[in-house]
């Protein structure tokens, strides 16, 4: 009887909690929630598809490897994200289905890209890959550097979408494949820089006071800035590219202009959202025209 009261006090204790456990890992809590992350993900993957020649089959199958194994890299930063964050579920059967089919995909569509259209060169870009997302968890595990760091060695990887999708598209690897990958780094970089400093000026807008001390606040985002305008620069002067090039890099130099001296004391996410994306496209298709012409 004593046992008995004992287990039912224990079970009465456990009530709760296994109330309180959710029934199963939803998608939309493991798909990449990142929504920037798509678009320097897609857009170069694009650029480089559509560069020199029209995409074919070999291409979609590059896609669904990407894909895959973005998704792949959601679902296991879901899982790693809390020691404990898998016991708050009652059934995790379809997180290991999602996981599994997302590694059947990525192996199948890499295999074939190997083996069957013998895309060697993608070893290469793929070990690049590697190397960068190691580096990056590596700095995010130990907490060696700040978040905008992190994210910004994140997005050396996510970029080489561009020269991996020229490659298998075209077949040629030359100066160009290096080129896509340096163009999308310097135009992103900006956009990611912007996109930190207009959550960081609404976060401390108590602390700035006047334009000097916005300015000082921005020396990140023009520092961004002048950097990619002396990557574009050097490769005019390298002979690389034709000074239209340039224009790609109007609507978000007129953004950055506008977001430090124009002053704005809400935050709309959405609104700016909607701006980057046509600046993602502006860029796009200005890069695709000069590439074809």
Request: hydrophobic content about 55%.
């Amino acid at each position: 009887m004593i046992l008995f009261a004992k287990l039912s006090a224990h079970c009465e204790g456990l009530a709760p909690q296994i109330l309180s456990m959710k029934q199963s890992v939803k998608i939309s809590e493991i798909f990449p929630k990142e929504h920037g992350a798509w678009a320097i993900l897609l857009v170069p993957f694009c650029a480089g598809a559509w560069a020199s020649e029209n995409p074919g089959f070999p291409t979609l199958i590059l896609l669904i490897c990407v894909v895959s194994l973005y998704l792949l890299r959601g679902a296991m930063e879901f899982y790693f994200s809390s020691p404990n964050k898998m016991g708050e579920y009652r059934d995790v059967t379809f997180f290991y289905y999602y996981v599994l089919l997302m590694f059947i995909l990525f192996l199948l569509a890499a295999s074939i890209l190997f083996f069957y259209f013998k895309l060697f060169n993608l070893s290469l870009l793929g070990s690049l890959a590697f190397v960068i997302f190691v580096f990056y968890y590596f700095l995010v595990f130990q907490k060696k550097i700040n978040r905008i760091s992190q994210q910004l060695i994140a997005l050396l990887g996510l970029t080489l979408t561009a020269p991996a999708a020229y490659y298998v598209t075209t077949g040629k690897w030359d100066s160009k494949v290096l080129l896509l990958w340096i163009l999308h780094i310097a135009f992103f970089q900006v956009g990611f820089l912007y996109v930190h400093h207009k959550i960081g000026i609404y976060k401390n807008r108590r602390e700035i006071k006047d334009l000097w001390d916005k300015l000082l606040f921005s020396r990140n985002l023009v520092a961004g800035w002048c950097i990619s305008i002396g990557i574009f620069y050097s490769l005019f002067l390298a002979g690389l590219i034709h000074s239209a090039y340039f224009i790609a890099l109007v609507p978000i130099t007129a953004h950055i202009f506008a977001g430090i001296f124009l002053d704005k004391k809400e935050l709309n996410i959405k609104k700016m959202g909607y701006l980057l994306v046509g600046q993602n496209i502006f860029f796009l298709v200005i890069l695709l025209y000069l590439f074809r012409t």
